[in-house]
Nanobody, 114 residues
Framework: QLQLVESGGGLVQPGGSLRLSCVAS????????MSWYRQRPGLEREWVAG????????YYIDTVKGRFDFSRDNAKKTVYLQMNNVKSDDESVYYC???????WGQGTQVTVSS
């Protein structure tokens, strides 16, 4: 089992940057596919970015390609989401996810405002 704790959310201006972190506790972190999701009020949770252990690659939803960067540090059991050139549509609660098992963190709020 994994427990996931996100941090790094907050207020960011349009065009600004923010880095989210997700720290895992438990065994076998390096064997989990990790992802970031986001959810706006009244909308379904949306997959944003993640990696696959099988390929070693990161993948992104089209709307964040070129702006967000997903990375993982297995020694620290941590994944990151570097958010650059943030837009108003990026304002959401961001959640960390691990598969298999569908583990979720509690979420971290990103607010975009000038």
């Amino acid at each position: 089992q994994l427990q996931l704790v996100e941090s790094g959310g907050g207020l960011v201006q349009p065009g600004g940057s923010l880095r989210l972190s997700c720290v895992a506790s438990g065994f076998g972190f390096q064997n989990y596919d990790m992802s970031w999701y986001r959810q706006r009020p009244g909308l379904e949770r949306e997959w944003v970015a993640g990696d696959r252990v099988a390929t070693g690659r990161a993948y992104y939803i089209d709307t964040v390609k070129g702006r967000f960067d997903f990375s993982r540090d297995n020694a620290k059991k941590t994944v990151y989401l570097q958010m650059n050139n943030v837009k108003s549509d990026d304002e959401s609660v961001y959640y960390c996810n691990a598969k298999p098992g569908e583990y979720w963190g509690q979420g971290t709020q990103v607010t975009v405002s000038s």
